[in-house]
């Protein structure tokens, strides 16, 4: 490589992202590849921050969600559009959690999300290790250029019911610990955009975001990945929690999603609304 050619987006630092103004304002983001986080990363892109993603490769069965990420990062930066990127190979977790996520021989239950049974897909601790090490990242982005950085995470309501560590509390009680102990914590926003949303209205964002952007948003979403159980094709089971959430979301704007499911779209759409029905009618 010639010295003056631009560094890979997989190396390339936050200082080294380009915005369209020319300005630098860091954001450090957990990039999963899923609807969510994504979502985010185009929201983060249109009002201009240079981005800095984290993903993590944690053993979980899902792991396609990285492949696809990949050729989004790709698509993005065809479109002018540079993110900085790194995995992080923590998948030794996946070997020592107790998660239907990440036991090859253990099934993820099928129905609406916030379901009891959906509590099998729960990882241990998940998101406080995720976010400590995004955290610590961020705050030495801050350190190193003496400039506030945010730290992004796509987390939101929907995710409440199922997951304790995707909720407001423990956000709070999370960035409290990291403020007691770490020196310049003032220069790390936390930044959880989502929290109050629900799927949809991240969706309309995203449509926004890539409608400033200048992205088609089918090849964006084709590029991401929800399903916690996809088959040896690489399609998308249609009928775990996460597939139900997000096709619902998709369904309520009259949209047909771009990834491809075990099923045809119009039962995917039936499963969902059924799951969501029985789920509603008995209290939830």
């Not at 490769?57 to 790194?86: C, F, T």
Request: aromatic share 10%; glycine share 8%; charged share 20%.
């Amino acid at each position: 490589m010639n010295p003056s050619d631009p560094a890979p987006a997989s190396t390339r630092g936050i200082a080294d992202v380009p915005n369209a103004d020319g300005q630098q304002r860091p954001a450090v983001l957990c990039l999963s590849g899923g609807m969510d986080s994504t979502s985010l990363l185009l929201h983060l892109l249109a009002s201009g921050h240079a981005v800095q993603a984290i993903s993590f490769d944690y053993g979980q069965k899902h792991r396609i969600e990285l492949e696809r990420l990949a050729d989004n990062l790709k698509y993005l930066q065809q479109q002018g559009y540079v993110v900085g990127h790194q995995v992080l190979d923590v998948s030794g977790l996946g070997e020592v959690f107790h998660s239907a996520l990440t036991n090859r021989d253990w099934d993820v239950p099928h129905g609406f999300y916030a379901q009891a049974n959906m509590k099998q897909t729960v990882v241990p601790n998940r998101n406080a290790i995720f976010a400590s090490i995004a955290y610590g990242y961020a705050l030495s982005v801050a350190t190193r250029l003496q400039t506030p950085v945010k730290f992004a995470l796509g987390v939101h309501s929907g995710d409440h019911a199922i997951y304790p560590d995707c909720r407001p509390d423990f956000y709070s009680a999370l960035m409290r610990a990291f403020e007691l102990g770490n020196w310049d914590s003032h220069l790390v926003e936390l930044f959880l955009p989502y929290l109050n949303s629900d799927k949809t209205k991240i969706l309309q964002q995203a449509m926004f975001s890539c409608n400033t952007l200048g992205l088609n948003f089918e090849t964006v979403f084709r590029n991401t990945w929800t399903s916690y159980q996809p088959d040896a094709e690489g399609r998308a089971d249609g009928r775990t929690g996460s597939d139900v959430e997000r096709i619902l979301a998709f369904a309520e704007l009259g949209l047909v999603d771009p990834i491809t499911y075990r099923e045809p779209w119009e039962k995917v759409v039936e499963f969902a609304r059924a799951s969501q029905k029985a789920f509603e009618s008995q209290g939830g």
